[in-house]
């Protein structure tokens, strides 16, 4: 079954510091990613994801990555039926894809 979820990500603050823009990129090339916000005056990050398999496997994708800190899964959501009336594989996974 497919899922929202919501990850708040803590990256190092020394390594955001000088590459937040590498970080972000990081996030962005996740083809589950939906929506990434800074949350202003830290070091976090807001992730939101479209999960057509296990939320855990997303969560790893980012855990790995150098500049991660702690990931915290923050909320799980699964698709109602409505929302997955005439979704497909590709559209789960779109960067147009929007978390309600």
């Known amino acids: 079954m497919a899922n929202k ?3 708040d990500i803590t ?6 510091q000088y590459h937040c823009k590498a970080v972000l990129h990081d996030l ?9 916000e800074l949350i202003k ?6 992730v939101g994801v479209h999960a057509e398999m296990r939320v ?11 500049w991660c800190k702690h990931l915290k899964i923050m909320k799980v959501v699964p698709f109602t039926d409505a929302e997955l ?3 497909n594989i590709n559209s789960l996974t779109s960067k147009n894809a929007v978390l309600a």
């Open 85 to 87: 009336k005439g979704l």
């Open 11 to 16: 990256v190092d603050k020394e390594y955001f």
């Open 28 to 36: 962005e090339i996740i083809p589950e990613v939906v929506s990434v």
């Open 5 to 7: 979820a919501y990850f």
């Open 56 to 66: 855990i496997f997303i969560a790893h994708k980012i855990m790995v990555r150098n």
């Open 41 to 46: 005056d830290t070091s976090d990050i807001l």
